[in-house]
């Protein structure tokens, strides 16, 4: 494939198989001569690396800036306390109090301090790591425990994953600031869906966000049942198309917990992924 193209893999929820479909897609397109990098921004629980089995061989420590107080020079006016949206830092009894963990960065403190009292220091927050997976460029990020904060390390992660025609981006569930942040630079966003009334549910919250955000998307409906038409159903009055429909195989359930993928052990599983990857360029238009 000569033309660029990022192809973000969401859900609405956890648990419908994202992640599934975003190796497997990854290993299909490398198989057909792709040139291919998997960007895990999954960072508070990656799980792509379980079955892709990449060798890491690049880490990096990632890091946001956090204001300090020069206690010397501050005046204890407050202006620091004020202008932050975050209660990030405030003066109290003439004392500057500092809250690292709700610190978002935006180096307005140190702007707005009218002694330049106000420095920047990193604070770390994750790694990035990186590798490969036989033909696929691998990249990750972990989070560190306690973090709140993931959308600066989702960042990081896809500023390293620039390598490829095709870069899978394995999305965050839900719909909150880190699935944003990770599908805001994508040119496709497939949504994996299970049809069940609840997983259509937030599978419509997930449509209304990627509508507002106003990028190309369709649906992949996995475990899917003969006979059970709620997500085509859903889809058709959503006016979304279904791009496949990966059937509910008790051996993909039983590849997944082996660490396998379906790809390769699942006979007629490849044909799927083959038939996805062409109706994702073609309605990506690539």
Known sequence: MAA??????ASGKGGTGKTTVSTNL???AAELGYEVSYVDCDVEEPNGHLFLKPHLGRSRRVYVPVPSVDTEKCIACGVCGDICQYSAI????????TFENMCHGCGGCQLACPVQAIKEKG???GVVE???AGRIVF???RLR???AMSPPLIKAVLSAG???CLKIVDVPPGTSCPVVTAIRGADFVVMVAEPTPFGLHDLGLALDMVSELRIPHAVVVNRSVPGNDLARDFCRSRKVRVLAEIPDDRRVAEAYSRGELAFSVVPGFREHFEDLLASIEREAGR
């Open 130 to 132: 990186e590798g490969h």
């Open 139 to 141: 990249y990750h990020g």
């Open 4 to 9: 660029r193209l990022t192809v973000a893999v």
């Open 26 to 28: 990854a290993c299909t």
């Open 145 to 147: 425990i306690g973090e």
């Open 90 to 97: 405030t003066c109290l009894a003439g004392n500057v109090l």
């Open 162 to 164: 620039e390598n490829g």
């Open 123 to 125: 604070r770390e927050i």
